[in-house]
């Protein structure tokens, strides 16, 4: 079944603690995508990749890390969490870059204490 | 960078009557897309659009490209209960981000 998954899919946690939010799809995508989603305010791109070892910064890209080693993978890391990073994150692909149809994957509610 | 207004914000309607919301951008799109969230779920896509004036139909839903690329808006015609949730359109310009509205959550009373 072609998919978008993420790990977890909820998340506690403190400041300060580094986590890693994995996300992987199993289509052969070129593009993936990271989102965090707020009340009030929609879906923000965080970052992006067009391809292995290609990424950018979206719209609000402060606090994140991602890499891009494999096709299928595209980790976000939170070095050192902060409150304001308490967010429904939401990890996308698209099979080639010029194409904007992406699959979603299910969220990963993140609390930060 | 690039705004989109999504409006209503929130609409309370009837089952059976039909519902409209739009997207205004402050600069051209060279893409709209609609998508819709359902509680506890990732966006999935409903309509993309790539030219300006397209008007496209999937069922019972109806988007259009603005001719001024700067705009596009969705339709839904004889709203069903399991049309409830929340609406997105996203707007593509000539980099790789994309841009969403706010979103238009919607519930429909029986």
């Known amino acids: 079944e072609a998919q978008v998954t993420q790990n977890p899919r909820y998340l506690i946690t403190v400041t300060g603690k580094k986590l890693t939010v994995t996300c992987s799809q199993n289509?052969?995508?070129?593009?993936m995508s990271w989102y965090r989603q707020d009340p009030g305010l929609g879906l923000r791109q965080i970052y992006y990749?067009?391809?292995?070892?290609?990424?950018d910064k979206g719209d609000v890209p402060e606090g994140y890390k991602v890499s891009r080693k494999e096709k299928r993978n595209f980790p976000l890391i939170l070095e050192s969490p902060s409150p304001n990073q308490t967010s429904l994150y939401f990890c996308?692909?698209?099979?080639?870059?010029?194409?904007?149809?992406?699959?979603f994957g299910p969220g990963t509610r993140l609390t930060v204490l | 960078g690039q705004q989109l207004n999504q409006s209503p914000q929130s609409m309370f309607i009837q089952e059976g009557e039909d519902v409209s919301m739009n997207c205004t951008s402050s600069?051209?799109?060279?893409?709209w897309l609609w998508y819709k969230q359902d509680p506890g779920e990732g966006p999935v896509l409903l309509i993309a659009?790539?030219?300006?004036?397209e008007l496209t139909s999937n069922g019972r839903l109806t988007a259009q490209f603005g001719i001024t690329r700067k705009d596009s808006f969705l339709n839904i015609s004889a709203s069903i209960p399991s049309d409830v949730g929340i609406y997105f359109c996203?707007?593509?310009?000539?980099?790789?981000?994309?841009?969403f509205g706010i979103g238009t959550k919607l519930q429909v009373i029986p």
């Open positions: 659009l790539y030219k300006a004036g």
């Open positions: 990749s067009m391809n292995v070892e290609v990424t």
């Open positions: 289509m052969n995508h070129e593009y």
């Open positions: 996203a707007g593509h310009g000539g980099y790789q981000k994309v841009t």
């Open positions: 600069s051209i799109f060279n893409t």
């Open positions: 996308a692909s698209s099979l080639k870059v010029t194409q904007k149809l992406q699959f």
